[in-house]
């Protein structure tokens, strides 16, 4: 009895390259989207660029630093110190040059400094939370929930009684239908394959440049397990606990493109 895992490899991803500078946005009529994964002291994020049949591209990545907080710090200063950084990332080049349509930002631990920063910045920043395939369930319609591909936004209120809407994501389908875009090759001849993304290309030609990037894209699988000797059951298995970051942050990202009706051309 045997596992069947996932063939993504971090290879696969560091050379999946498009060809574009890191930072550049793609030519033509795409549409930016950008996932924030949060932690204490140093949060991750990914912007990607897409067109309305699913060409992706991974224009930029990176760490947004948490100063001045020790393992003593308290949690209110934890949240203020979360919240100012989320401030400065906020005016950095990311949102400068084709400004997102959507940012999510993870709201799991810290979620007051989140709903704070979201509040102050405005759009294009809302605060999310992520649930695993399981425990995600789709809302109908209605005045409270906005439905859309495996995420929902809930429209409720924060601690100071203000409106938000809060994106709701099943992360595991979309961190799974993120990775799938690194098994479609990104060219066919010199043209950009629809389903497919590719990374910006690493600086000086550096081939090492993306790998830690890559190890996270790879941080997680689902498998295929075996029951009683026939291969049935799906699990989501993490591999990296430390090292995931990243994928949590391009899952947001690719939920926010899906938010926005962006769908595969199958």
Known sequence: ???ETSQLTPGRVAGQLSGIQRGE??????????????????????KISATRDMVMWIVDYGVIETHGLTKFSSEQAVELAILESL?????????????????????GNWSESIYEACQQLGRPFYPSKGWSTERFHQKKESKEYTPFLEAYAHHTHDSKRREMALYNVNTEFWKKWGQERFMVDAFLDQTRLAGSVALFDPPQ???????????????????????DGKVNKRQWIVHDKNNNHWLDA????????????????I
């Open 87 to 107: 401030k400065q990332f906020a005016d950095t080049e990311p949102f400068h040059d084709a400004q997102p349509l959507l940012c999510l930002i993870d709201s």
């Open 1 to 3: 009895e045997q596992s």
């Open 25 to 46: 946005v793609p030519d033509g009529r795409v549409f930016s989207f950008v996932g924030v994964d949060i932690g204490k002291y140093k949060s991750h994020w990914v």
């Open 250 to 265: 391009y899952a947001l990202a690719c939920a926010a493109a899906g938010c926005a009706g962006l769908r595969l051309v």
């Open 205 to 227: 030609n550096d081939m090492k440049f993306h790998l830690q990037f890559a190890r996270h894209m790879v941080s997680e699988s689902e498998e295929l397990v075996p029951v």
